[in-house]
């Protein structure tokens, strides 16, 4: 059964009702991608949406896969028209190579079936699909598709190249001239308290790094481990409090110093409570008297630093905070995962600094592969010009063959014609040889006739000849 022969049945038309723009809503954070043209048809695109095409397109290179786009067709109050894309569906039916991509009867089944699934305002509104290391642009196939299946004026066409890192958006124009054509960009959407994952994204789609670096693993939608640092921004009308509480903290710190470095060198006598005693020489016992175990060591200097931290607060004044030693805890704890985050930003930088030396390295075998070819190129270069000068040669050899050809045809004409006139001339003279003969037959013949006798007298004649010739000899 050929493609023409395919019926997907109807999709149903959208009724296009007014709506506030995403980029008007202030519930959600809008991010541009691209350069959207004042000409190009507005496309907004959910953040969860377009991270789940892009992890498709990178979960197989090998061969094109695609999908369907959910969301609907809308104008704004001033009747202009919009696209907003809420969700996909990945084709799971479907016909595929290296360079083609074709929506199969139980593709559709399927879309229609899990479609149902979905709220009604969710309509199809276009489709996507991948072009692996093959560029962005629509093949005839895929013009196939746009024109029987995604025809209506607002729907749209995604195509990704996961191994560029290239996507492209296409929508109908009405011009029969340029039917379609891609848009200069379009907007990546969110809920406003995500503005942040918003722009990371959106800043891997621009290309300023590496999809590879999503902190969000493909189909999880949960982060890695990448650690993530968040800044809470203090409010502005509270920086007196802030420089308040830090001076506190400073002079507590300082404070803390001074005591530590009294423990430092202090005796053990300075170290143990007021009333306590010191055990007597009497009660010590071999081991005492010796150097302390590890253990008992690792214990004194925990009680000694408890009885300092101890002492500190003592001698801070009431106005104090009461979980001094929480907050140094919790700062503590801080800077070791400030720690952690520069030991794992350090990381990936070391990758991408990997991931950077490979590229010059595949860029340095690329190099030498186009010299390779380059020098190929001007070998065959060479020998097209020797092949084209052969090839002159040969016309020049053709022209000069023909010249002759023609001189030669002439000669022969003439030669043609001088013996057409010998011929002729030949002729007449056999005719008036034979003619000759002819008379000169018939004078022989009549002379005969007259110069033979009657039959009668023939006798007479030759019996008196003798008679006289012997008288005329007498």
Not at 40 to 59: G, K, Q, T, Y
Not at 173 to 181: A, I, L, S
Not at 346 to 359: F, G, Q, V, Y
Not at 414 to 435: Q, T
Request: proline share 5%.
């Amino acid at each position: 059964m050929s493609d023409q022969e395919i019926q997907f049945g109807e999709v149903e038309e959208t009724k296009r009702l007014p709506r506030l723009r995403p980029d008007r809503n202030k519930q959600l954070t809008v991010v541009a991608c691209g350069s959207p043209a004042p000409q190009d048809l507005p496309i907004f695109v959910d953040l969860d949406a377009m991270r789940d095409m892009e992890n498709h397109a990178r979960s197989d290179t090998r061969v094109e896969l695609g999908g369907v786009l959910l969301g609907g067709q809308y104008e704004d109050e001033s009747g202009q028209p919009y696209v907003v894309i809420q969700d996909t569906l990945r084709a799971r039916h479907y016909e595929s190579s290296k360079g083609s991509f074709k929506f199969t009867h139980d593709t559709w089944a399927d879309f229609t079936s899990r479609r149902d699934e979905f709220p009604a305002e969710l309509q199809m509104v276009g489709w996507y699909h991948t072009h692996p290391d093959w560029g962005v642009f629509l093949s005839g196939m895929d013009m196939f598709i746009c024109d029987h299946f995604f025809n209506r004026p607002l729907d749209v066409a995604l195509v990704i190249d996961p191994c560029r890192g290239e996507r492209g958006w296409f929508q109908w124009t009405g011009d029969p001239g340029q039917r379609v054509r891609e848009t200069a960009g379009f907007y990546l959407i969110a809920s406003r308290h995500r503005q942040s994952e918003l722009e990371h994204f959106a800043a891997q789609i621009e290309g300023k790094f590496s999809m590879a670096h999503d902190v969000y693993s493909a189909g999880s939608g949960q982060p890695t481990a990448f650690p993530v640092s968040v800044t809470n921004v203090p409010d502005p009308r509270s920086g007196w409090l802030a420089l308040g509480v830090m001076g506190t903290l400073t002079v507590q710190l300082l404070v803390l110093m001074l005591f530590a470095w009294k423990l430092l060198f202090a005796t053990p006598d300075t170290l143990a409570p007021a009333g306590a005693r010191r055990p007597s020489a009497a009660t010590e016992s071999p081991a005492a008297s010796g150097e302390l175990t590890e253990y008992q060591r690792q214990t004194q200097q925990v009680e000694s630093q408890l009885h300092l931290l101890d002492r500190v607060i003592e001698a801070l004044d009431d106005e104090a905070p009461k979980n001094l030693v929480l907050l140094l805890e919790n700062q503590r704890r801080e800077i070791e995962q400030l720690h952690a985050d520069v030991r794992a930003y350090r990381a990936l930088e070391s990758r991408s600094n990997d991931e950077i030396r490979t590229l010059g390295r595949k860029l340095d075998e690329a190099a030498k592969v186009e010299s390779k070819l380059r020098s190929q190129v001007h070998t065959l270069d060479q020998a097209l010009a020797s092949v084209k000068s052969r090839e002159r040669e040969f016309e020049e050899r053709i022209d000069e063959l023909q010249d002759e050809l023609k001189l030669a045809t002439a000669a022969s004409d003439d030669d043609r014609g001088v013996s057409s006139a010998i011929w002729s001339a030949s002729w007449w003279i056999w005719v008036g040889a034979a003619a000759l003969v002819l008379a000169m037959l018939f004078a022989g013949y009549a002379w005969s006739v007259r110069r033979t006798p009657p039959i009668g007298e023939s006798s007479d004649s030759e019996s008196d000849a003798p008679t006289s010739s012997s008288d005329d000899i007498s």
